[in-house]
């Protein structure tokens, strides 16, 4: 079993559509999450950091940790094309050591 | 300059050729990083190192040869590369030991092996 997965997609949605991407991982002791933004050709952005469960806002991204469940996820409101990138999760597994998922590549239209 | 930093961005480079890409962070930070991207496939870590010293290293061939003089820098220094090496080279920083983990990438550089 892969320590995260996550949906590769493509994911097309039309503009002002609410986004949820999301990442399972096997590991119940992780605790620390992230997610990234990686625009094309670009080398990937920190976007939103979670610890524990629960929710965090960030303007229209919000993160979600659900670790009853293993389960990452990353809400997008009001979708934007300029928001069409692929999305990494991140798992801060410990000392040096960060796990990443392969990515949604997402697609907002116009 | 903010952030981390990497040059080239891209680079084409002959199968016998030598080059090496640079990598800056100015955050302030206590851990590098080298990890590889390639289509369809999760990040690849290649070489991490900790105020200078090397603490990883993934089973990455000798044709590829880090060093990092400060823990401000970051070298990974090509050889004899294969074309199947062509792919994103990412650089990230980290604080390590505060008991958080963030990690920040560069821009990449863009490697083509012909």
């Known amino acids: 079993q892969k320590e995260v997965e996550q949906d590769p997609g493509p994911l097309s949605v039309p503009e002002g559509a609410i986004v949820s991407l999301n990442c399972t991982y096997s590991n119940s002791a992780f605790q620390y999450f992230m997610w990234y933004r990686q625009y094309s050709r670009k080398g990937p952005e920190l976007l939103m950091y979670?610890?524990?469960?629960g929710n965090k806002e960030d303007g229209r991204f919000t993160a979600q940790v659900d670790k009853s469940s293993k389960y990452i996820s990353l809400f997008i409101r009001d979708s934007q094309p300029s928001d069409s990138a692929t999305y990494l999760c991140?798992?801060?597994?410990?000392?040096?050591?960060?796990?990443f998922g392969t990515g949604t590549r997402l697609k907002v239209l116009a | 300059e903010t952030g981390v930093t990497q040059t080239p961005r891209h680079l084409v480079m002959g199968m016998t050729n030598k080059k090496s890409l640079k990598c800056e962070q100015h955050l302030g930070h206590n851990a590098m990083y080298w990890y590889k991207q390639s289509a369809k496939k999760p990040l690849e870590l290649m070489f991490v190192?900790?105020?200078?010293?090397?603490?990883e290293n993934n089973s990455v061939p000798s044709r590829f040869s880090p060093e990092c003089p400060n823990s401000s820098h970051l070298f990974l220094h090509l050889h004899t590369l294969q074309p199947e090496d062509s792919a994103l080279y990412l650089c990230?920083?980290?604080?390590?030991?505060?008991?958080?983990?963030?990690?920040?990438f560069g821009p990449g550089t863009r490697l083509t092996v012909t």
């Open positions: 190192y900790n105020f200078k010293e090397q603490t």
């Open positions: 991140a798992i801060g597994a410990g000392t040096y050591k960060y796990i």
């Open positions: 990230a920083s980290s604080q390590e030991g505060g008991g958080a983990y963030e990690q920040y």
């Open positions: 979670t610890y524990s469960s």
